[in-house]
């Protein structure tokens, strides 16, 4: 079955950085867009970064563009989300999810979270 398993996340200071990491498995892994997206405490899910299967075409939200860098190793299963300049608006549970066609996800990792404060 679809397993989509995140890591990485932790606690850090504003303008610090993270690495977060997708080990997936139970599909074919390089046929599959994946995302990343976000849920901040009391408020709603936000998609944050997108990658096409062939790791070319990216997207980002406007709230992290050029904070955030979004790739995957096809030969490793693996997706990450490389996050630098962070900010306490950044404080989230980041899921790593898999793409079903157009952008919508139809599975979902269990979430790491990541925090931002002094």
């Known amino acids: 079955q679809v397993q989509l398993v995140e890591s990485g996340g932790g606690s850090v200071q504003p303008g610090g950085s993270l690495r977060l990491s997708c080990a997936a498995s139970g599909f074919s892994f390089v046929s599959y867009a994946m995302s990343w997206v976000r849920q901040a405490p009391g408020k709603e899910l936000e998609w944050v970064a997108h990658?096409?299967?062939?790791?070319?075409?990216?997207y980002y939200a406007d709230s992290v563009k050029g904070r955030f860098s979004i790739s995957r190793e096809n030969a490793k299963n693996t997706v990450y989300l490389e996050m630098r300049d962070l900010k306490s608006e950044d404080t989230a549970m980041y899921y790593c999810?898999?793409?079903?066609?157009?952008?919508?996800?139809?599975?979902w990792g269990a979430g790491t979270l990541v925090t931002v404060s002094p």
């Open positions: 990658v096409g299967a062939d790791a070319l075409n990216k």
């Open positions: 999810t898999k793409d079903g066609g157009h952008w919508s996800p139809d599975y």
